[in-house]
């Protein structure tokens, strides 16, 4: 099931790149029996500043405790790395 847009229904949240991965966490955590942590993705890691822009301005962002983001280094671990700093500013 695709998220119409990202909206915050968790004090804890997961962003990933796309579809298959924001799959794939899903099921694991299921498996695991976690349904306390929210998986967002979708956007692909160029989207993810927009996005996590989006969040921050969402009115529940206080409300968040734990937020991790699982990206691809692909061949540029800092451009990753910098790339969700950018985003925290």
């Known amino acids: 099931m695709r998220e ?32 306390d942590i929210q998986v967002l993705g979708g956007g692909g890691k160029t989207q993810l500043r927009d996005r996590l822009q989006v969040l921050a301005a969402d009115d529940r962002w206080a409300d968040v405790r734990w937020l991790a983001v699982a990206q691809d280094a692909d061949a540029n671990p800092r451009g990753a790395a910098s790339a969700v700093g950018i985003a925290r500013q």
């Open 4 to 35: 119409a847009a990202w909206s915050l229904v968790s004090a804890n949240v997961l962003i990933v790149e796309g579809e298959d991965e924001r799959e794939f966490w899903q099921a694991a955590l299921r498996g695991w029996r976690r349904t």
